[in-house]
């Protein structure tokens, strides 16, 4: 079993920066990727960006590319985005996600059947 609490979204305006983090508990934190998600509203959730176990890997969606950063603290068990250079297109709720079963490839993390733990999310909404 594994738990994750999303931490870290808010109000802020267009160009500002906020900084995620998904707490995790349960199950050894290091042997597992984890994920962010993000859903708009009417839209359906789409990925964001990846991070395998030893932060070896990790893949951004196009659309964050050069924005977004993910790492991991493997002693805080804690996984971090930082969201940089906000866009109202970026408004939406951010969820993270544990990946504990096999996954193959990587490029399997851009996709959510990959992942079987979720968190609750939080929500980022960024201001024009």
């Known amino acids: 079993q594994v738990q994750l609490v999303e931490s870290g979204g808010g109000l802020v305006q267009a160009g500002g920066s906020l900084r995620l983090s998904c707490a995790a508990s349960?199950?050894?934190?290091?042997?597992?990727?984890v994920g962010w998600f993000r859903q708009a509203p009417g839209k359906e959730r789409e990925f964001v960006a990846a991070?395998?176990?030893?932060?070896?890997?990790?893949s951004d969606a196009d659309a964050v590319k050069g924005r977004f950063t993910i790492s991991r603290d493997n002693a805080k068990n804690t996984v971090y985005l930082e969201t940089n250079s906000l866009k109202p297109e970026d408004t939406a709720v951010y969820y993270c996600?544990?990946?504990?079963?096999?996954?193959?490839?990587?490029?399997?993390?851009?996709?959510?059947?990959?992942?079987?733990?979720w968190g609750q999310g939080t929500q980022v909404t960024v201001s024009s």
């Open positions: 996600a544990a990946a504990t079963r096999p996954y193959g490839s990587t490029w399997r993390l851009a996709q959510s059947s990959a992942y079987d733990y």
């Open positions: 349960g199950r050894t934190f290091s042997s597992y990727a």
């Open positions: 991070i395998t176990w030893d932060s070896v890997r990790t």
